[in-house]
């Protein structure tokens, strides 16, 4: 991190002290000279050592503008992977919480619903037939309940799972936002003014 900047601050002190020089060397060969025939001259050197070295000051902020570019470029890459990696441990996670969860819960609510059901049977043939009827369709109530309570919590995790792969596995760059982005919505309308 260092490195780039003494690197610059070299290049900068280099090219100072070639202008430096060469205004002293200018400077002391101008007061030599007659200014009367030479005073252009004088100016046109002046001009374009101070082009050259505007290039020269040009080039280096450049250069270390693109090591700081590629250094803020690594650790964005280094970023990225590390939460990629992250939310894929968390799925896996979050995959295996609800397994481990969903096992036992419908092993004993399917024992519970059968038991259910078993006592309705049991008290039809004991000449029970309406309390029988109402174990049975309270058990096939819980049954179908619980069975669209499954369906739908399955449908929901398939969708977070959808949604939490678009986030992980999107591999576009995002674009960059803009002051003159159009707006989505009243892009195409035109408001009407009220009437007077």
Same mark, same amino acid.
């Given at each position: $991190?260092?490195?780039?900047?003494i690197?610059?601050l070299?290049r900068f002190l280099?090219?100072?002290?070639?202008?430096?020089?060469?205004t002293?060397?200018?400077?002391?060969t101008?007061?030599k000279?007659?200014?009367?025939?030479?005073?252009?001259l004088?100016?046109?050197?002046g001009?374009?050592?101070?082009?050259?070295?505007?290039?020269?000051?040009?080039?280096v902020?450049?250069?270390?503008k693109e090591?700081? $570019?590629?250094?803020?470029?690594?650790r964005?890459?280094?970023e !990225?992977?590390k939460?990629?990696?992250?939310a894929?441990?968390d799925?896996?996670?979050?995959?295996?919480? !609800?397994k481990?969860?969903?096992?036992?819960?419908a092993?004993k609510?399917?024992?519970?619903?059968g038991?259910a059901?078993?006592?309705?049977v049991?008290?039809?043939?004991?000449?029970l037939?309406?309390?029988?009827?109402?174990?049975?369709s309270?058990a096939?109530g819980?049954?179908?309940?619980?069975?669209?309570?499954?369906?739908?919590?399955?449908?929901i995790?398939?969708r977070?799972?959808?949604?939490?792969?678009?986030l992980?596995y999107?591999?576009?760059?995002?674009?960059?936002?803009?002051?003159?982005?159009p707006?989505?919505g009243?892009a195409g309308?035109?408001r009407?003014?009220p009437e007077?």
């Open positions: $991190m260092l490195g780039p900047r690197g610059g070299f280099i090219g100072i002290l070639l202008l430096q020089v060469a002293v060397l200018l400077t002391y101008a007061l000279t007659d200014l009367n025939q030479t005073g252009w004088f100016g046109a050197l001009v374009t050592l101070g082009v050259l070295v505007a290039l020269w000051f040009d080039s902020i450049g250069s270390v090591h700081a $570019m590629a250094r803020q470029q690594k964005h890459a280094r !990225r992977e939460l990629r990696l992250q894929e441990k799925k896996a996670k979050l995959v295996r919480q !609800r481990r969860h969903s096992g036992g819960a092993l609510t399917g024992v519970a619903v038991g059901a078993g006592v309705g049991a008290l039809m043939f004991a000449q037939m309406t309390l029988g009827l109402l174990t049975i309270a096939g819980a049954a179908l309940g619980y069975g669209i309570r499954s369906r739908q919590e399955k449908m995790r398939a977070e799972q959808k949604h939490a792969e678009k992980v999107a591999q576009q760059d995002l674009p960059a936002l803009t002051a003159d982005a707006r989505k009243n309308r035109s009407k003014q007077a």
